[in-house]
């Protein structure tokens, strides 16, 4: 069994904004040459901050992509030969943003408001090799967010 990785990370930020991205790669074998398993992993983010007359704002947005894909064997009893009996691919999506809206009300006071959203999707898309022939298995799903609040925070004295 053998394996191969790659992984890079860089950051960039000047006064109120940020971006960051990564990648993320690993290749292996099994231990047979039907066996291989792959994934890569991509990810971005950016954000700024900004100070209003009004109070002061915060936004956020991300994106990540992500690929697995993976290969199975039966090995013959006399271990001189191999079949493939499945194949599967697993990707999977996600991105998002948000946004933070905040002014201070008074000495103790500061009123905050924020919406975020976020979608998620994933499947696993499968071949399956049998005595009767390929098979195939599809599944997938996904998932949206959407959300909003209001709040104040109040500071209080201990006594």
Known sequence: ADSSHT????????????????FYSESRNNGTPLQTNDTTIRQIAAGADARLVG?????RA????????QTFSAIAADRASE??????????????????????????????TGVEA??????SDELQ?????T????????????????ENVTAIDRM
């Open 62 to 69: 991300w994106a990540s992509d992500q690929d697995y894909a």
């Open 7 to 22: 992984a890079i990370d860089a950051r960039i930020e000047h006064d109120r904004g940020f971006i960051r991205g990564s």
């Open 55 to 59: 109070g002061s704002i915060i936004g």
């Open 118 to 123: 976020r979608q998620v999707s994933g499947a």
């Open 135 to 150: 098979t195939a298995v599809d599944t997938s799903g996904r998932q949206r967010t959407l959300s909003a609040y209001v």
């Open 83 to 112: 079949r493939l009996t499945v194949e599967q691919r697993v990707p999977a999506r996600s991105a998002g943003a948000s946004a933070q809206w905040a002014r201070a009300i008074g000495m103790r006071n500061a009123l905050v």
């Open 129 to 133: 090799y049998g005595p009767r022939g």
